[in-house]
């Protein structure tokens, strides 16, 4: 075993006895922490919400996107920025709605707001269906570290499967509770992990920033810019805009939202949580060294750049250290997304379709059973698609995105909208989604003779018009939402 | 105030529109490519922007705010 993948192990083990130890009620749950985060120190604060960034989209598939694509990546950093302008006036209402209404759930927001079950199910639905690709990414990451860490001895499939076991056991094992120490070590070693990297790397192979984004330049003219076709300017606009509607739009993140204290600390977070996005330019900046110096990585394994660059320059005890780093960000954030779509599916799936008396214990039993499940699902798909991390990202942005329309509207006091119109707004929406993502389709291939800048649109943006058009025209001719009393 | 909350429409006016604009590696600025530094640019400038808007939010001055109706 090499020197990396033990500590990679020994991390992975220390965070499992930590989520254990969880379990015995000790430790806080996140929810609890997080609120109470609001009392701790500005390191720690600064901690805590940079480490919520840092996933390993941001690790992996940010560096991986810099490296293989360059110019195209810097969306990352507008897409959260504009996301918490919205925010600003985005989430208090929601929040004093969820106070009223005593709610928990994105899906009995839903439910509530059209007064439709039915809709509560199927924006349940859409949160497991964008949740697969979040986690099949995060399980992605896990292969592509415990494989790369071993120095090649255990294939990428085999180190899939390890990963998915070693975070289907970490949430058997710690339940909605995490470990808040498990969490503190992850911020802590992640940010001071992509800081040293982003700096040294450019510094150490090139002499500079400056030194090597010219050389960049002189070796592919145009390259950290946008290209003229395909990830233009139109495509970067359009998935930014899709992107920063579809920010708050994942179940957990809008189930994170009912766990604020006042609505006021919204309105404080769109001031400080722009900044967090500064260190997003450390992660590109290991993925713009690697683009030299470890040349040939294309399609998928693009997301093996911060790696190789790593293997190249560093010893194998602090390779591990990176690894360590990397399977913390994918084991906190996978947890969370598992959680939340086995708890998606035996509280606001399974439980509506029982009408007779399902006790919360039987919820919670279920919801356990239901985590080995959407693991396998996961790993089925992590071994069967060929897809780069951000791409899968973008997808499940795609599908929660169209939720967005729905949510505007039902924060309006007289919304025009039915839940008949919503439900078919959604539906139509997620159908584009699912059936252009099978065939590979783009606005180019379907309308090839358009001009460039609307060939190049983000296809997410054809199903979010389609569900516009769908849900405009479908509450129109349906009984208007009973809570909307006209004037 | 309601000029002042107008200012939130410029961090997408800077992303969105200045990205068609400055859509350029050369030349670097700071070392950094052109559209990468501007995007930088309005990172720091969108938080200037959303402190400038919560101060001038009288929002921001009711001291319980789930005592306020739906506005």
Redesign the interface.
């Known amino acids: 075993m090499s020197a990396a993948l033990a500590i990679i192990a020994l991390t992975a083990l220390g965070a499992l006895l930590l989520g254990l130890r969880a379990s015995r009620g000790r430790d806080m749950s996140l929810e609890q922490w997080t609120v109470g985060g609001r009392g701790f120190g500005a390191v720690f604060v600064f901690l805590l919400m940079a480490g919520e960034i840092y996933t390993t989209f941001t690790f992996l598939g940010g560096s991986g996107y810099a490296y293989g694509h360059g110019g195209p990546t810097y969306y990352i950093l507008g897409y959260g920025c504009l996301a918490y302008v919205i925010s600003y006036w985005l989430l208090p209402p929601i929040w004093r709605y969820a106070q009223q209404h005593r709610l928990i759930s994105q899906p009995d927001y839903f439910a509530a707001k059209y007064d439709s079950r039915a809709l509560g199910v199927l924006v349940a639905v859409v949160g497991i269906v964008a949740l697969i690709p979040y986690l099949v990414l995060q399980f992605k990451g896990l292969g592509i570290i415990v494989a790369t860490a071993s120095y090649g001895a255990i294939p990428s499939a085999v180190a899939v499967w390890i990963g998915a076991a070693v975070v289907t056991a970490y949430v058997m094992v710690s339940g909605v509770r995490g470990s808040a120490w498990t969490a503190v070590v992850k911020d802590a070693l992640i940010l001071a992990v992509a800081v040293f990297l982003g700096v040294y790397l450019p510094i150490h192979l090139y002499g500079g920033f400056g030194a090597m984004f010219s050389a960049i330049q002189d070796a592919k003219p145009g390259f950290l810019a946008l290209p003229a076709k395909g990830e233009s300017v139109a495509w970067f606009d359009s998935t930014v805009l899709l992107t920063a509607l579809g920010f708050y739009m994942w179940p957990h993140s809008f189930g994170s939202i009912f766990t604020a204290r006042t609505d006021k600390v919204f309105r404080q977070n769109a001031i400080v949580m722009p900044l967090y996005q500064l260190i997003l330019a450390f992660v590109f900046m290991v993925g713009f060294a690697a683009v030299l110096k470890v040349p040939g990585l294309t399609g998928p394994s693009i997301d093996l750049a911060l790696f190789r660059v790593s293997i190249q320059t560093f010893d194998p005890w602090f390779v591990g250290v990176i690894g360590a780093a990397g399977v913390l960000t994918a084991l906190v954030p996978g947890s969370m997304i598992m959680m939340t779509a086995a708890t998606l599916l035996a509280n606001n799936i399974y439980r509506p379709l029982h009408s007779g008396g399902v006790t919360d214990q039987s919820v919670t039993r279920l919801a356990r059973w239901m985590v080995p499940v959407v693991a396998l699902v996961a790993v089925f798909f992590t071994l069967r698609g060929g897809q780069t991390i951000v791409a899968l990202l973008l997808m499940g942005y795609s599908f929660v995105t169209q939720l967005f329309p729905a949510l505007v509207m039902s924060l309006r006091r007289h919304n025009p909208l039915s839940s008949a119109g919503v439900f078919a707004g959604i539906v139509v929406g997620i159908a584009t989604i699912a059936a252009t993502s099978l065939t590979h389709t783009t606005v180019a291939s379907l309308f090839p003779g358009l001009p460039e800048a609307l060939r190049d649109l983000n296809i997410g943006i054809v199903a979010l018009v389609l569900n516009v058009v769908t849900l405009t025209v479908v509450s129109g001719i349906s009984r208007r939402v009973p809570s909307a009393r006209s004037a | 105030m309601a000029m002042i909350k107008a200012l939130?429409a410029l961090?997408?006016l800077g992303?969105?529109v200045g990205?068609?604009f400055l859509?350029?590696?050369?030349p670097?600025v700071?070392?950094?490519?052109?559209?990468?530094a501007w995007?930088?640019l309005?990172?720091?400038l969108?938080?200037a922007?959303?402190?400038v808007?919560?101060v001038t939010?009288p929002?921001?001055r009711v001291p319980s705010?789930?005592a306020e109706p739906?506005a």
């Not at chain 2, 700071?30 to 990468?36: D, E, T, W």
């Open positions: 939130a961090p997408f992303i969105l990205s068609v859509n350029r590696v050369t670097l700071l070392g950094l490519p052109l559209l990468l995007l930088l309005w990172i720091v969108t938080s922007i959303m402190a808007i919560y939010d929002a921001n705010p789930r739906d």
